[in-house]
């Protein structure tokens, strides 16, 4: 019966190019081109429209296509195409798709609305609920299921109790979602489709088109497109072309394609959910859906090219042959021909993405040495492929990537999130210079590079510890820093700045303000900002014209969302702009393009690079439905988790069909190594069982030696250690006591600091570290005993209020460090109490003084505490709140800030309180360690060990002479800087100037 049937299902071969072969067909079946111009070709997708456009240009020529008339195409695919509701409702009125964005608030909104227990459900959390219940919803209506099955489905299975909470999520699309989409006057995406093939149908069955009509490339077996697919067959004119079908009849392509299970023409529902992951599953699927056999599908025809060997079709179907297919492998008597086969399939395993990347973007650079040759790269992985573009942009090529550039990514996109991440974070500085550095800010009143400058400025008043929240905040830390004696590059006028600058950001603040906000209030107000801080640039180009739509989109439907906490509006804004792709309009590479698996379905170049080869990324893991168990989706007849992995399959298949293939994949990413793809290791496992062994698939290792040494360059030539010798004029002639260890420790550091005046900045929106909590305790203990340390409530009250004051921003501070810091006060108010009741008395704190050495160097110091016993020596005092110098480094000369306060007390060079003794002399140095823990809060411990008194005299005299030799060597004469004398004392600011590690770890031996 199957060979009476009139011939018009035909197949095109993986291996000969699809859009080609259909134009060449459809140009020798119409010699008219009126006759041409009256046909109808139903294609999946727009892509494919663009894609059988161009093979129709190429298939004539230039010289005919002036006046080039061509079908009626349309994408059956792609909801709210004029084309496709013109062609399928015809007159009958259909309820326009509901818009995507509308679906994502109103599912997000009815989550919101379920009881959340204890803890709540984030704004974000809903959003991604009520996403994933739309994409159940979706696969639902695709295979025509109700969702009202789901009840049924869920009561006839032994399921968990957890299932009753799940069926109450279910519920938001079984009951409440249909009701709002009424009201909208709208329809699913599913519902209208099969609504409109169903009109096109009863249209068709009342007046059948006479001019032909051909589906071409539509694989999906979902009912309603099976449907269309039917009534094409059915009609006078009517023509399906499938892509890619195994058409090999023969015993071993029979086993096969029979040892594929499916549910609709079997009755075995486990092994056809095995099956699924078979790239002909799907064939198979819809040609039962269609009720038809392989031996009713006829060949096209036709080829035009690109086209790769026959031969190979055959290979490939044999190497994805399902395991229960006992002969589905071909005989080893194919090996000839298998190498020919293979000849221009090349394989290339890099050791890591990055390289992969390099190693693609040279193979599309290679192509363009032949002329007129096309390549495109294609892959699911979205990552690789922006590396590619990217290195291609450094040749100057512009690839084209179909998937476009997620809205974030792009400068308008970024810009909208750094404003709502700086209204969330209350204005902090990081987030703050984010937002005014970004490369689109600068009001229309300010040229870039001036407003560059001012912001560069900005940048370094707020260094350091975080300010206080909020743009008052900001400014009260402009002030400060612009009346720091140690601040640099200070500009008065950055004030005046700022405040116009606060008054721009004022809107975003009151909006952050607000313990919770509307999302089209927050819309609107980005709106404004960013035209507020770029004038129009915000909305130009094509990306500024998405950014424009979707925040229009969100002013218009925001509030159907409610509102939400301010924390969440960075993560819900960005996942509500991720979903808009940005495609450039023009300038693409016109021979070269970036295409994902499903973009390529039906495009075809001379070179195929299919990038990705790895497990879990192509074919990707197959994502857990977080609603549908695989037991309910059995239930109720939807495709299971591995259908994705079926159809990636296919694409890999159809692709390997090209004249010329390059596979690549990398051995680790940056999450550890990775497997090759399953797919890739089938293709191996075929080499094998044919006895060809690796030259089957052979090893493009002039790409990988190319890719590896792009970027390598010439060999690093040693270069000596630094050694800066400035003339002795220009050296510097005062040191501050702690300049004077670095110094002897780091000289090129001194070089680098004094001489270049280069500072290290602090970190933005740094944490209290160990040096502000320093500073806290060293005020507190300065102020009470200038106040006559008169009792330790007095001590306690000026702790309190410090940590009140210093603690305001900083809870955590506060809270963690706070008691440390009471405790290790107090310990040192009542360790100096006990020594004035012993007869020591505290004659100066924080007392500066200077030492001016005999080869004229000054050396100045601070004291932080200088005390005097009654027989009138004097100990002198340094708090520590970090780690103490060790005694030995003190003895030898690597710790001199003691011994040379010392010895300025002793030379009358410290300005103590009026009547203190000319000749001063020092029989104490301590270091009072401080904050160490609860149970130990501070330590007193000698510079100079137990016997320093004793030492004092002597050591003091060698400081002396030590530090006025190293002075007179460095600073007055021209011995060079040399970087880490001793390694171990070295702080390390500078070792990437002084280039450290090029020369440290050199051989013995080796010339420094």
Known sequence: MASSRRHNLFNIPAHVGFVDALAAGLLARTADPLDRARMLVLLPNRRAVRALTQAFVRQLGSAETAGLLLP????????????????????????????????????????????????????????????????????????????????????????????????????????????????????????????????????????????????????????????????????????????????????????????????????DPPLARDSEAHPQHAFKLLLARLRRTREDVAEWGHAAGPDGPATRTPLVMAAMAPAQAGEGWLDTESAPFAAQAFENVRVVEAATAAEEAQV????????????????????PDRALARRVAAHCRRWGIAVDDSAGTPLPRTPPGALALAMVAAMAGQFDPVRLLALLKHPLVSPESEARPAWLRRVRQLDLALR???????????????????????????????????????????????????????????AETLRRMGEALTGERLWSGTDGRALAARIEALIAEGALFGTMDIAEAPALVDALLAD?????????????????????????????????????????????????????????????????????????????????????????????????????????????????????????????????????????????????????????????????????????????SKMLRLRPLDPLDDDPGAAFRGEVIHEVLEIWVKDGHPDLASLARLTEAMLQREGRDFPLLRALWGPRARAAIEWAG???????????????????????????????????????????????????????????????????????????????????????????????????????????????????????AETIPGHLQTVHETVTDFTTQLLCGTAPFRSQVHPALVWGDYNHLARVLEWRDRPRGSRP
């Open 72 to 267: 009626r195409m349309v994408p059956v695919g792609d909801l709210g195409e004029d084309d496709f509701d013109r062609l399928m409702t015809g007159d009958i009125p259909l309820a326009p798709p509901v818009d995507p964005l509308v679906r994502r608030l109103e599912l997000a909104r009815l989550v919101r609305a379920l009881p959340a227990g204890d803890t709540g459900r984030s704004a974000i959390e809903a959003l991604r609920l009520g996403d994933a219940l739309g994409n159940s919803l979706d696969a639902m209506l695709a295979e025509e299921v109700s969702p009202t099955a789901l009840r049924d489905a869920i009561a006839d299975k032994e399921l968990a109790s957890h299932w009753d909470e799940t069926l109450r999520f279910l519920e938001v699309i079984i009951t409440h979602w249909p009701p709002v989409r009424d009201r909208m006057g709208a329809s699913d995406g599913g519902t209208r489709l099969a609504a409109a093939i169903a009109a096109l149908i009863a249209r068709w069955h009342g007046a059948p088109p006479q001019t032909p009509v051909i589906a071409a490339g539509i694989v999906s077996g979902t009912p309603a497109l099976a449907r269309l697919l039917k009534a094409v067959l059915d009609l006078p004119n009517g023509q399906v072309v499938l892509p890619g079908l195994d058409t090999d009849l023969s015993s071993a392509g029979n086993s096969r394609f029979d040892a594929i299970i499916c549910a609709e023409a079997e009755e």
């Open 360 to 379: 693609v973007a040279l193979a599309l650079r290679r192509s363009l040495e032949t002329p007129g040759a096309t390549a495109a790269l294609v892959t």
């Open 464 to 522: 350091g510890v975080r300010p206080a929240p909020g743009l008052e905040g900001i400014g009260a830390q402009i002030d400060y820093w612009l009346h720091d004696p140690r601040s640099a590059g200070r500009d008065a006028t950055l004030a005046d700045w700022w405040d116009d600058v606060a008054a721009l950001l004022a809107p975003l603040e009151a909006l952050g303000n607000a313990r919770e906000i509307r999302l089209d209030a927050l």
């Open 580 to 752: 808009v792709a940005v495609r450039p309009g023009w300038g693409g590479h016109p021979r070269l393009s970036i295409l994902g698996p499903v973009e390529a379905q039906l495009a075809r170049a001379d070179l195929m690079i299919l990038a990705g080869l790895n497990e879990g990324v192509w074919p990707a893991q197959p994502s857990p439905d977080p609603w549908l168990a695989p037991a309910i989706r059995a239930a109720l007849g939807l495709p299971g988790a591995a259908r994705a992995m079926g159809l990636a399959a296919q694409d890999f298949v159809r692709a390997l069909g090209a004249p010329q293939v390059l596979i690549t994949r990398a051995r680790r990413d940056a999450g550890g190594p990775m497997r090759a793809s399953r797919l890739l290791l089938r293709l191996d496992a075929l080499a094998a069982r044919l006895g060809v062994g690796p030259d089957a698939l052979l090893r493009d290792d002039l790409l990988l030696r190319l890719a590896r040494s792009l970027d390598t360059g010439l060999p690093p030539v040693r270069i000596p250690r630094p050694a800066p010798a400035p003339p002795a004029a220009d050296r510097p002639r005062t040191l501050s006591v702690t300049e004077v260890d670095t110094l002897i420790a780091d000289p090129f550091a001194l070089y680098a």
């Open 830 to 948: 009542t360790a100096l109490l006990e020594a004035v009741a012993a007869g020591r008395v505290p004659v100066g704190a924080e007392t500066r003084g200077a030492l001016t050495l005999g080869n004229g160097v000054q050396i100045n110091g601070k004291a932080d505490r200088i005390d005097r016993d009654a027989q009138g020596a004097h100990a002198i005092i340094d708090y520590k709140t970090g780690s103490v110098p060790k005694v030995e480094n003190v003895e030898l000369g690597y710790a001199n800030q003691l011994p040379l306060l010392a010895l300025m007390l002793e030379r009358g060079d410290m300005r103590l309180p009026a009547g203190t003794p000319d000749n001063a002399t020092v029989n104490a140095l301590e270091y009072w360690k401080l904050g160490g823990n609860l149970a130990k809060p501070g330590e007193i411990k000698a510079a100079l060990g137990k016997r320093q």
